[in-house]
């Protein structure tokens, strides 16, 4: 994965910053959690000047009243300990999946308006797991990681004070321990994080192995390719195993290190202080305390250290999430975009040329010139690779032309609000995609209040009326995604319904060469017959009966118009469209 995209943690914490941005709506709980994650770190640290009150004043004593308020004093800590925690865990946890929800939002919304481009060279897939795991780990982070480091920090520093108001001499000890326990941490610590990082890297290939396998099943199986697939996928299933075996093994080593240190440490207290309270110099209650506090420090150590690699994997998230909001689209709307004033719209391209941005060197349009007359009917024909779904695109301005222009009724694109843009043109691709959901969500998919009538118009003219109306459920007849489901001819009468609801100025259609059965295709042909002179029709032909419909045909090759007229004209002007009608429309 070398999109610059995928680096795992990031070191640097205030990469988290931007992340910040998303709980400024939520300050209130923010202020809440706060506040309530300093009360239990007080009444916390509190509870060890209890079990020091508890022991000397309540025991020592011998006094049952003195007990009973010592024990009555140490139970209103653990009553405000419970609540405020109670709190805390609350707040710090929804603040968490608010914000997880809203960067989930902000991203794909900015997503949807980005050129199509930018998803040619950030995969899809990857960046739907962004938007999921990324998050989730923002959440984790936000809702619970930072909170757990902030009550640690405080809990460090409010121990430490203690510790060395109950008994400095004892504190010695366990500050020159200190860095007997950080130096492992550190040092595991970062190599737990590596192995994490190579970890997700490698259940992401699983993951997307089997998304990929899955979804062409019937390819997988046509080809009896499952053995291969089997073994493939187990052997990423082992090559991911193998990095979290070893990432367990380093996190089992850190972890009983620490455990070493931590209660070495404790034992030395223990026989130090013991000895001082039997000769008299410090009271029982006072080691208890101490020990007490000594097991909160380094509690709060270990809790800061298990975080920090949380931290810096949320800071890593976000900073990929960041990085998708902030993608700039190449296809900018100007601030004094207008509309198109007209329903009849015509189309004109002067001297376009454009090269995919993947591939700078090919020219796919090289100097396109061509106009259309609002109502006018013109086919575009050319051996395949030659640019025509290129010219489509541009079209719809989901590529800028490298030179020249695209114009309608006059106006550049550039100048037209993209709305206006897509909202004049009715798209019909080549494969018909269709969303899962009912037949009526698809057909109302640009049209949303669209009437039944509409509706019924729409699928007359595409001649789809009766297929719709043979399905059990009718209009509300539900598709699995992409269609499934449905005929392939069937998916394209529906599209072709679909861009007719939206009444566009200008018709594209990628027709499709093998979905539609004779019959389909001369009701097709009809209809396209009915909507001639009503809309501008661009349209990618492969049939001889489309060819012979339009009112001129363009002869694309390479990138380039070579020429144009009528079918009859083109077959005794153009020795090249001759040639390639011949093939073409031989059938
Ligand atoms: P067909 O009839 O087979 O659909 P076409 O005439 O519509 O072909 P286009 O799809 O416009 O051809 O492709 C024109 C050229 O641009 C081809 O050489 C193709 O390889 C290239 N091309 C298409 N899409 C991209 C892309 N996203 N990035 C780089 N090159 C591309």
Same mark, same amino acid.
């Given at each position: 994965m070398d999109d610059g995209l995928d680096r795992g943690g990031s070191k640097d914490l205030r990469r988290l910053t931007p992340a910040l941005k998303f709980l400024r709506p939520y300050t209130r709980q923010v202020v809440y959690a706060s506040i309530a994650l300093v009360v239990t770190a007080a009444a916390t640290l509190s509870l060890g000047q209890g079990i020091k009150l508890v022991i000397d004043s309540g025991f020592a004593s011998g006094d049952s009243d003195v007990l009973v308020d010592s024990i009555s004093l140490f139970v209103a800590f653990v009553l405000v300990l419970t609540l405020g925690t109670f709190v805390r865990f609350y707040f710090v946890s929804w603040v968490g999946e608010r914000i997880s929800a809203d960067i989930r939002r902000a991203v794909f919304s900015h997503l949807l308006h980005l050129h199509p481009g930018f998803f040619e060279t950030n995969l899809p897939s990857e960046i739907q797991s962004r938007i999921t795991t990324d998050t989730t780990l923002l959440q984790t982070v936000i809702g619970s990681s930072v909170s757990i480091a902030l009550r640690n920090v405080l809990m460090f520093f409010g121990g430490t004070t203690l510790l060395f108001f109950t008994n400095a001499k004892l504190s010695l000890i366990v500050v020159a321990s200190v860095p007997f326990v950080v130096f492992p941490v550190i040092y595991f610590g970062r190599r737990v994080r590596q192995l994490s990082r190579i970890s997700q890297d490698r259940l992401a290939d699983v993951g997307s192995y089997a998304g990929e396998s899955l979804r062409h099943i019937k390819v997988v199986q046509a080809f009896n390719h499952q053995p291969i697939d089997e073994e493939t996928f187990g052997e990423r299933v082992d090559a991911a195993l193998a990095v979290s075996i070893k990432r367990i093994y380093q996190r089992s080593v850190l972890v009983a290190i620490v455990m070493l240190l931590v209660f070495g440490a404790v034992a030395t207290m223990l026989w130090v202080g013991g000895q001082d309270v039997l000769a008299g110099k410090t009271t029982a209650g006072d080691l208890a305390a101490f020990i007490f506090y000594a097991f909160i420090v380094a509690g709060s150590v270990g809790a800061i250290s298990e975080v920090l690699s949380d931290l810096q994997r949320a800071a890593g998230a976000t900073e990929r999430l960041i990085e998708l909001l902030e993608s700039p689209s190449d296809i900018i709307e100007k601030a004094d975009a207008g509309d198109l004033? $007209?329903?009849?719209v015509s189309l004109a391209l002067q001297n376009v040329e454009f090269s995919y941005p993947s591939r700078?060197?090919?020219?796919?349009?090289?100097?396109v010139s061509f106009s259309i007359e609002p109502g006018e009917m013109v086919a575009l024909v050319g051996?395949?690779? $030659?640019?025509k779904s290129t010219l489509f695109d541009l079209i719809q301005r989901f590529y800028e032309p490298d030179r020249g222009a695209i114009t309608m009724n006059g106006n550049e694109l550039g100048d037209l609000k993209l709305s206006a843009v897509r909202g004049a043109v009715g798209f019909v691709p080549q494969d018909a995609v269709l969303f899962s959901g009912s037949i009526r969500d698809n057909l109302i998919y640009a049209q949303a209040d669209a009437s039944d009538e509409d509706i019924a118009t729409a699928l007359d003219l595409a001649h789809a009326r009766q297929f719709v109306e043979d399905l059990p459920a009718g209009l509300d007849t539900r598709m699995g995604e992409d269609g499934v489901g449905l005929s392939g001819g069937q998916r394209q009468r529906l599209a072709i319904a679909r861009a007719l609801l939206c009444e566009p100025a200008i018709l594209l259609l990628d027709e499709a060469t093998s979905a539609l059965d004779a019959e389909s295709e001369n009701h097709i042909r009809m209809s396209i017959e009915g909507l001639k002179g009503q809309m501008t029709i661009l349209v990618i032909a492969h049939r001889l009966s489309t060819v012979r419909q339009a009112d001129r045909i363009l002869v694309l090759e390479q990138g380039r118009v070579i020429d144009s007229g009528s079918h009859d004209e083109l077959m005794r002007s153009s020795e090249l469209y001759a040639r390639f009608a011949k093939i073409q429309f031989a059938a």
């Amino acid at each position: 994965m070398d999109d610059g995209l995928d680096r795992g943690g990031s070191k640097d914490l205030r990469r988290l910053t931007p992340a910040l941005k998303f709980l400024r709506p939520y300050t209130r709980q923010v202020v809440y959690a706060s506040i309530a994650l300093v009360v239990t770190a007080a009444a916390t640290l509190s509870l060890g000047q209890g079990i020091k009150l508890v022991i000397d004043s309540g025991f020592a004593s011998g006094d049952s009243d003195v007990l009973v308020d010592s024990i009555s004093l140490f139970v209103a800590f653990v009553l405000v300990l419970t609540l405020g925690t109670f709190v805390r865990f609350y707040f710090v946890s929804w603040v968490g999946e608010r914000i997880s929800a809203d960067i989930r939002r902000a991203v794909f919304s900015h997503l949807l308006h980005l050129h199509p481009g930018f998803f040619e060279t950030n995969l899809p897939s990857e960046i739907q797991s962004r938007i999921t795991t990324d998050t989730t780990l923002l959440q984790t982070v936000i809702g619970s990681s930072v909170s757990i480091a902030l009550r640690n920090v405080l809990m460090f520093f409010g121990g430490t004070t203690l510790l060395f108001f109950t008994n400095a001499k004892l504190s010695l000890i366990v500050v020159a321990s200190v860095p007997f326990v950080v130096f492992p941490v550190i040092y595991f610590g970062r190599r737990v994080r590596q192995l994490s990082r190579i970890s997700q890297d490698r259940l992401a290939d699983v993951g997307s192995y089997a998304g990929e396998s899955l979804r062409h099943i019937k390819v997988v199986q046509a080809f009896n390719h499952q053995p291969i697939d089997e073994e493939t996928f187990g052997e990423r299933v082992d090559a991911a195993l193998a990095v979290s075996i070893k990432r367990i093994y380093q996190r089992s080593v850190l972890v009983a290190i620490v455990m070493l240190l931590v209660f070495g440490a404790v034992a030395t207290m223990l026989w130090v202080g013991g000895q001082d309270v039997l000769a008299g110099k410090t009271t029982a209650g006072d080691l208890a305390a101490f020990i007490f506090y000594a097991f909160i420090v380094a509690g709060s150590v270990g809790a800061i250290s298990e975080v920090l690699s949380d931290l810096q994997r949320a800071a890593g998230a976000t900073e990929r999430l960041i990085e998708l909001l902030e993608s700039p689209s190449d296809i900018i709307e100007k601030a004094d975009a207008g509309d198109l004033a $007209s329903k009849r719209v015509s189309l004109a391209l002067q001297n376009v040329e454009f090269s995919y941005p993947s591939r700078a060197e090919t020219k796919v349009i090289d100097g396109v010139s061509f106009s259309i007359e609002p109502g006018e009917m013109v086919a575009l024909v050319g051996p395949s690779g $030659s640019g025509k779904s290129t010219l489509f695109d541009l079209i719809q301005r989901f590529y800028e032309p490298d030179r020249g222009a695209i114009t309608m009724n006059g106006n550049e694109l550039g100048d037209l609000k993209l709305s206006a843009v897509r909202g004049a043109v009715g798209f019909v691709p080549q494969d018909a995609v269709l969303f899962s959901g009912s037949i009526r969500d698809n057909l109302i998919y640009a049209q949303a209040d669209a009437s039944d009538e509409d509706i019924a118009t729409a699928l007359d003219l595409a001649h789809a009326r009766q297929f719709v109306e043979d399905l059990p459920a009718g209009l509300d007849t539900r598709m699995g995604e992409d269609g499934v489901g449905l005929s392939g001819g069937q998916r394209q009468r529906l599209a072709i319904a679909r861009a007719l609801l939206c009444e566009p100025a200008i018709l594209l259609l990628d027709e499709a060469t093998s979905a539609l059965d004779a019959e389909s295709e001369n009701h097709i042909r009809m209809s396209i017959e009915g909507l001639k002179g009503q809309m501008t029709i661009l349209v990618i032909a492969h049939r001889l009966s489309t060819v012979r419909q339009a009112d001129r045909i363009l002869v694309l090759e390479q990138g380039r118009v070579i020429d144009s007229g009528s079918h009859d004209e083109l077959m005794r002007s153009s020795e090249l469209y001759a040639r390639f009608a011949k093939i073409q429309f031989a059938a």
